[in-house]
Nanobody, 125 residues
Framework: QVQLVESGGGLVQAGGSLRLSCTAS????????MGWFRQRPGKKQEFVAA?????????QYLDDVKSRFTISRDNTVNTVELKMDNLQPEDTALYYC???WGGGINTAAAAYHYWGQGTQVTVSS
């Protein structure tokens, strides 16, 4: 059974940093594109960041986080991370990790095949 397990969420003051991690029990993890999505209170789920799989190593970000968040992956340990700097109260959300066996970057949630349970990030002002 495929599992994606997120960790690293928590409570942080505005301007602070967090590093989210997602470990996936996927065979051929390196072939999957990996993404991070979030659901803010009262809002629809939104794309945050993605990194390609296979030979595709590009990244893509939500405009609002482009200068503050960094997505990376370590295929040796089946892990994708999201480093979040200069966090703001509007970043408060449940953050989800997702895997897309297509390999190419996709910002649409429907393109992703496997999802984690989420990790809560709360940013106080």
């Amino acid at each position: 059974q495929v599992q994606l397990v997120e960790s690293g969420g928590g409570l942080v003051q505005a301007g602070g940093s967090l590093r989210l991690s997602c470990t996936a029990s996927l065979q051929d993890f390196d072939a999957y594109a990996m993404g991070w999505f979030r659901q803010r209170p009262g809002k629809k789920q939104e794309f945050v960041a993605a990194i390609g799989g296979g030979n595709e190593r590009s990244t893509q970000y939500l405009d609002d986080v482009k200068s503050r968040f960094t997505i990376s992956r370590d295929n040796t340990v089946n892990t994708v991370e999201l480093k979040m700097d200069n966090l703001q109260p509007e970043d408060t959300a449940l953050y989800y990790c997702a895997a897309d066996w297509g390999g190419g970057i996709n910002t649409a949630a429907a393109a992703y095949h496997y999802w984690g349970q989420g990790t809560q990030v709360t940013v106080s002002s």
